[in-house]
């Protein structure tokens, strides 16, 4: 796949996304609610939005960077601190505040946000960045992690985190139609059974103007 054929992504479980642009490949959020990602190779970048488990699981994880030695990494500025033991190749410079931008070959990585969803007044608040992945010739995708509170501008393709302890659909409605993105595909559904994904995917496309794409199972598609 060259630049301008557009963006290929496979959500390979929950939040867990591989993008393809051109010849870069670049693995969001390898969480511990999905094994699909444990075995890839040739990737070129892994980033990671918050240190959930189910974003962040550190023992695969090493293993999946140890067989991917050229992948950057870069993740929400408390993870090299929360992962130092398991992780210690993982410092400072792999950290990515909101505000940052960086590049891996063609592709633009922007961070976004900067503060997990609230889950309870009682539980203390994280941090969290949005990715907005851009390319020139490419749809822009933007992955929120576990935040609705930012629209970023000029997003093509938006991961719809579709429930988590921390969001309603009405919130969840509202954010798809604020970035207003032409298409979406639902992520963040482990916890949902069929009929659950069923009904939030059936409510984004009837109410929203984001044309809604199933992308279980882990086939790639082509936006």
């Known amino acids: 796949m060259s630049y301008g054929e557009g963006m290929r992504i496979t959500h390979l479980g929950h939040a867990t996304v591989l993008v393809e642009a051109g010849d870069v490949r670049i693995l969001i959020?390898?969480?511990?609610?999905?094994?699909?990602w444990h075995t890839l190779t040739g990737l070129d970048a892994v980033l990671v939005t918050h240190i959930h488990p189910d974003h962040l699981d550190p023992g695969p994880l090493q293993a999946l960077l140890a067989a991917n030695p050229e992948a950057a990494f870069y993740g929400e500025p408390t993870i090299p601190d929360?992962?130092?033991e398991e992780l210690p190749d993982i410092t400072?410079?792999?950290?990515?505040?909101?505000?940052?931008?960086?590049?891996v070959g063609p592709v633009s990585i922007e961070a976004v946000g900067g503060q997990h969803a609230e889950i309870h007044r009682d539980i203390p608040l994280i941090g969290n960045i949005g990715l907005v992945l851009r390319a020139e010739?490419?749809?822009?995708?933007f992955?929120?992690?576990?935040?609705?509170?930012?629209?970023?501008?000029?997003?093509?393709?938006?991961?719809?985190p579709a429930y988590g302890p921390w969001a309603a659909l009405?919130?969840?409605i509202d954010f798809t139609r604020a970035v207003g993105a032409s298409h979406g595909f639902p992520i963040h559904d482990e916890l949902l059974n069929d009929r659950g994904r069923a009904l939030i995917f059936g409510r984004l496309e009837a109410m929203t103007g984001t044309g809604m794409v199933d992308l279980r199972g882990g086939t790639p598609h082509q936006f």
């Open 137 to 141: 010739g490419e749809p822009t995708l």
């Open 82 to 84: 929360a992962v130092a």
């Open 143 to 160: 992955h929120p992690g576990d935040s609705l509170a930012t629209v970023p501008s000029g997003v093509d393709i938006l991961a719809v």
């Open 29 to 36: 959020d390898p969480g511990n609610l999905t094994g699909a």
């Open 170 to 172: 009405k919130e969840t």
């Open 92 to 103: 400072s410079r792999n950290a990515l505040p909101a505000g940052d931008t960086v590049t």
